[in-house]
């Protein structure tokens, strides 16, 4: 599975990003789909995850009620709406698929995309 993620840019704190991940294959349904984010010096984190058929979410206490992931299995596309944003959600945001489960550890997750990068000024 190749994994392309767009949608980062520089914004202000308050703003509002829309983050997308667009898959290669047909067994996108086969996956739980994962944002994960690195900030410049730090190790990578999680912030979200979908079940296969989006009916579990897990978020991070920090992007928590900020945050929504959704996916559109028609369109093989996961999406991370980023809303509030604050200078330390500045990161580069990578998606990732996993096909053992959903859940926190980045080990979990077989694919990974490339990274888009949040800038988030104060």
């Known amino acids: 599975v190749q994994l392309q993620a767009s949608g980062g840019g520089l914004v202000q704190a308050g703003d509002s990003l829309r983050l997308s991940c667009a898959a290669s294959e047909r067994t996108f349904t086969g996956h739980s789909m994962g944002w994960f984010r690195q900030p410049q010096g730090k190790e990578r984190e999680f912030v979200t995850v979908?079940?296969?058929?989006?009916?579990?979410?897990l978020y991070a206490d920090s992007v928590k009620g900020r945050f929504t992931i959704s996916r559109d299995n028609a369109k093989n596309t996961v999406y991370l709406q980023m809303n509030s944003l604050k200078p330390e959600d500045t990161a580069v945001y990578f998606c990732a698929a996993s096909r053992k489960g959903y859940g926190r550890s980045w080990q979990l997750y077989d694919y990974w995309g490339q990274g888009t990068q949040v800038t988030v000024s104060s």
């Open positions: 979908t079940s296969r058929n989006g009916g579990v979410t």
